[in-house]
């Protein structure tokens, strides 16, 4: 046995290092670098921002950052789905009658959610959209059986994003006829509320207008607290017993669906005080 390998059995391999990490610097000798853990390589390209919707946006050119700032709130309102495998619709696909043109969107939504299906709803052709994990269908938001045909291809809808013509009675009617199809726990969005306001785009002036898209919405709040009405006839809709939030942002609605029956705290004293008089029996 050589002198060095005695010298390590009997002190151990760590202490002739350390031995000799402190002969280098009592010699003056540098220190030799300690071996660098090797970084793994940080991700480049569509990877880098896929966790990033507002990137993502940009990337795929989406008015929904930008021109619009909706994909910041999506971000907030979707992130517990980034991982999940679920059906997104999106009524409004882009491009309007122009060839080859729109999707932007769609893409956006596959690269954020990578086990997600995509599906989109256009009055026009987008068949030239589809591909793995995004499908396209041609319907009418305007048309309640060309939006049930649509759903019932789909299955399960847990997203529904209405960015289609924006035209207060179709975002009404989109509503009505799928929001009951939204999978509880689902979201539902309005984009571009703002057309609310313009008659050339069949909104109104007046802000009460039942029949724009803002006050079908602003109904929607009330629902939220149906069960403290005074009125004990009240009779709740479908929405008031499946809405537990609506959240309002500039020009971007974003409903969450569940069931609303937490209980009332409406005391019994003010039960009394709104109570109907007893019908006289004389
Ligand atoms: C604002 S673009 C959608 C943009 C796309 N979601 C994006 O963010 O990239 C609106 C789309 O709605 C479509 N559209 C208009 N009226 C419609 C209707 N009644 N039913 C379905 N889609 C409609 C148009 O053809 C157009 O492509």
Do not use: C
């Amino acid at each position: 046995m050589s002198i060095r390998s005695t010298v390590k059995s009997v002190l151990g391999e760590q202490n002739v290092r350390r031995v000799r990490r402190l002969k280098r610097r009592l010699s003056g000798q540098p220190a030799r670098p300690v071996a660098q853990v090797k970084a793994a390589p940080k991700p480049t390209g569509l990877a880098a921002i896929s966790g990033d919707l507002n990137k993502l946006a940009v990337h795929f050119k989406t008015d929904k950052w930008g021109a619009h700032r909706y994909t910041q709130h999506y971000q907030r309102h979707l992130q517990h789905l980034k991982d999940e495998q679920f059906n997104l619709l999106e009524i409004g696909i882009g491009g309007y009658n122009r060839p080859g043109q729109g999707g932007a969107s769609l893409r956006m939504w596959k690269a954020f959610f990578p086990k997600a299906s995509v599906f989109g709803m256009d009055i026009q052709d987008k068949s030239f959209v589809d591909e793995d994990r995004i499908r396209t269908f041609i319907g009418d938001q305007s048309d309640p059986s060309s939006l049930n045909a649509v759903a019932d291809k789909i299955g399960e809808l847990d997203v529904i994003i209405d960015d289609g013509s924006h035209r207060p009675p179709h975002v009404l009617t989109t509503f009505a006829t799928l929001f009951p199809r939204l999978k509880d726990g689902g979201i539902y969005a309005v984009e571009d509320t703002q057309s609310s306001y313009w008659p050339e785009w069949l909104g109104s002036e007046d802000l009460d207008d039942p029949g724009t898209s803002m006050a079908m919405l602003k109904r929607l709040t009330d629902g939220l607290n149906y069960e403290e009405f005074v009125d004990e006839d009240y009779q709740p809709s479908y929405t008031d017993l499946n809405i537990v939030a609506v959240h309002f942002y500039h020009n971007l609605v974003i409903i969450e669906k569940g069931k609303n029956a937490e209980g009332s705290n409406k005391r019994k004293a003010l039960k009394d005080r709104y109570a109907k008089p007893a019908e006289s029996t004389s």
